[in-house]
Every structure is written in C-alpha cells, then in structure tokens.
C-alpha cells in the first residue's frame, strides 16, 4: 500500500496569513493527488484534483503543486471559513489512501 | 445539484449487523462509480470499498474485506454498505463519495460526498 505523510499535523494561523501544507508518498504517484477540506460536521469537500487543478466553485487562494512523490498545498490568504482539516489523498492505485490530516487552527 | 444523504447509521453491540444507506439525486447515479470512506472518532479519513459504476467489480480495504459488503440499486439511485460482525474498531462516521475522472477505481477524484452516518459498535 501507498502511505500518505502530511505535515504539520496541525498549525495555527491568522486571517489572512499563508499557508503551506505538504504531503509525501511512499512511492510515485504522478500527480494522482487530491486535497481535500474537512469541517467539523461537515461533509469533505474537495478542492484540488490532479495534483495542481482547482475544483469548480473553489476560491482561488487555493492552490496545489508537485509530482511524483512530494506535493503542497497552498492557502494564500487564509479566511475566516478556511480553519478546518485537510487531507491529501492518493489514487494512483488502490487501496486509495489518505494523509493523516492536517488542522488548520485559528491562532 | 448533486446530493448525497446517508442514513442508517446507530449504535450495535459487537458481532451484530448494519446496513447503512446512501441516497443519491441531482445526477445519473447509473454512471458513477461509488466509495465508502469512514473517519474514526479523533482519526483521519479512511477508504472503504468501491463498487463499479456497472456494479461489475468491488474491492475492499483490507480491514473489512469478508465483513462489509458493497452494493447499489440504480433503479432506486441508492449505494448501500451491509456491515457484518462489526468490531468496536468500526465505531466511525461513514461517508459516501462519488467517483469522478477516474478509470476503474484508481486514478480519480471524490467530488461529492454525503454528511456521513454515524456508526457506533459498543456493548
């Protein structure tokens, strides 16, 4: 299987400060890469595809690069809406598999 | 829009069933692939299974391969998750997601996914 490392496992920022967070597979993957965010009782919501590609609907201070094994995701200018988890997951092959997250916290 | 509501969720003893239920609207159900992804109390996302937007293949995470059992009923637009001999370690909140861009499981993304249903095995 694929192991997915995310980190930080947490951070904590302000609105309007930069964000970078990075996952690292265990293999090459491509850019079989998708973020995604996930609120407190709320259902995942995915933000980038392929590694680099912004979703519909998403704002664009969303932003995702890399190939191969190492990847970001960047959060220009964090929003109020933007504290929550994201995850990084792979599907280059299956069992498709996940980071462990990474929360993102009001500072 | 695209809609996806899961239910059938509560709490089970150890060694007891649960069929859980995913209710899709707002797009041609027959033509996506689906997956069950669950996140444990304080853990992180975890993939389940998919089943075939032809219902022609399915595969399991290791975890609950010969105890979950994926299926769908395009007639009625709905995904469901039969869990068998459920452990306390299946205590979790189930989500269902729709496959898209992908190629047989692999290679795509989930963009959709349900409020999650949760799941909670204890004595």
């Known amino acids: 299987d694929i192991q997915m490392t995310q980190s930080p496992s947490s951070l904590s920022a302000s609105v309007g400060d930069r964000v970078t967070i990075t996952c690292r597979a265990s293999?090459?993957?491509?850019?079989?890469l998708n973020w995604y965010q996930h609120g407190p009782g709320k259902a995942p919501k995915l933000l980038i595809y392929?590694?680099?590609s912004l979703q519909s609907g998403v704002p664009s201070r969303f932003s995702g690069s890399g190939s191969g094994t190492d990847f970001t995701l960047t959060i220009s200018s964090l929003e109020p809406e933007d504290f929550a988890a994201y995850y990084c997951q792979q599907t280059y092959s299956s069992p498709l598999t996940f980071g462990g997250g990474t929360r993102v916290e009001i500072k | 829009q695209v809609q996806l509501v899961e239910s059938g969720g509560g709490v089970v003893q150890p060694g007891r069933s649960l069929r859980l239920s995913c209710a899709a609207s707002g797009f041609t159900f027959s033509h996506y692939g689906m997956h069950w992804v669950r996140q444990a109390p304080g853990k992180g996302l975890e993939w389940m299974t998919i089943?075939?937007?032809?219902?022609?293949?399915?595969y399991y995470a290791d975890s609950v391969k010969g105890r979950f059992t994926i299926s769908r009923d395009d007639s009625k637009s709905t995904l469901y998750l039969q869990m068998n001999s459920l452990r306390v370690e299946d205590t979790a909140v189930y989500y269902c997601?729709?496959?898209?861009?992908?190629?047989?499981?692999?290679?795509?993304?989930?963009?959709?996914w349900g409020q999650g249903t949760l799941v909670t095995v204890s004595s």
């Open positions: 997601a729709r496959e898209a861009g992908g190629d047989r499981g692999v290679r795509g993304y989930f963009d959709s």
């Open positions: 392929a590694a680099s």
């Open positions: 293999q090459s993957i491509s850019t079989y």
């Open positions: 089943i075939f937007y032809d219902g022609s293949e399915k």
